[in-house]
């Protein structure tokens, strides 16, 4: 069986402090997919990386960045300098390799994050 | 273009009404995906079509109906719901890769309320 767990529940950090919100995840296939989502106020989910299991380099895309390791099943995604606009909560999911042409995700409880200014 | 269209954004029905949720996208995806989110929970999958089949049906009770009349649009037809199935549903598309798990993009989501 699948499953992610994000062990913080809610984090609360000062506008320009630097946050990383923790997933680790459990699964049994060898090729698998990580994904993360941001969920703001407003409800709509934002598609922000995918990664697959043969990929651990990490990535960086402006502000954020990925940290992929297989060896501890964690995909930590940390935000510099954080900024209010970051304040929502952000989900991480799993998913493993299509079969039959249908995915499906496994999401983490989600992580709650308030930047105060 | 990255956008899922979902109407009406706010829905208040009664138990014995009968309404429906619109999605639609224009990304070509051949995926499409009902999910159900009740406050301060992450998504839960309900529904998935691949190349307007349905897929997956996660045993929702069947007062919930999809209905993927091309492959731009996913309905869900409600009947006879009860208040605990108030809640933000989500539609989302996604590419149709045999061999991989694309990203899936998501729609803003109705906000159902039942009396």
């Known amino acids: 069986a699948q499953k992610v767990t994000q062990a913080q529940t809610e984090i609360s950090v000062v506008e320009k402090e630097d946050v990383t919100l923790d997933c680790v995840y459990e699964?049994?296939?060898?090729?698998?997919?990580l994904f993360w989502y941001k969920q703001p106020p407003s409800g709509e989910l934002v598609f922000l990386i995918r990664?697959?299991?043969?990929?651990?380099q990490n990535e960086i895309s402006g502000r954020y960045s990925w940290n992929f390791q297989k060896s501890t099943s964690s995909f930590n995604f940390t935000i510099t300098a954080s900024q209010v606009v970051d304040s929502a909560v952000y989900f991480c999911?799993?998913?493993?390799?299509?079969?039959?042409?249908?995915?499906?995700?496994?999401f983490g409880k989600g992580t709650k994050l308030t930047v105060n200014p | 273009d990255t956008e899922v269209t979902q109407t009406p954004k706010h829905l208040v029905m009664g138990m014995t009404n009968k309404k429906s949720l619109k999605c639609e996208q224009h990304?070509?995806?051949?995926?499409m995906y009902w999910y159900k989110q009740k406050a301060k929970k992450p998504p839960e999958l309900m529904f998935v079509?691949?190349?307007?089949?349905?897929?997956i049906n996660e045993s929702v009770p069947s007062r919930f109906s999809p209905e993927c009349p091309n492959s731009s649009l996913l309905n869900l037809h409600l009947h006879a719901l009860q208040p605990e199935d108030s809640a933000l549903y989500l539609c989302?598309?996604?590419?149709?890769?045999?061999?991989?798990?694309?990203?899936?993009?998501f729609g803003p989501g109705t906000r159902l309320t039942v009396t």
């Open positions: 989302a598309s996604s590419q149709r890769v045999t061999s991989e798990a694309a990203e899936q993009y």
């Open positions: 699964t049994r296939d060898t090729t698998y997919y």
């Open positions: 990664r697959n299991s043969f990929d651990e």
């Open positions: 999911a799993l998913s493993g390799l299509t079969q039959g042409g249908s995915e499906k995700l496994v």
């Open positions: 990304m070509g995806h051949r995926a």
């Open positions: 079509y691949s190349y307007e089949k349905l897929s």
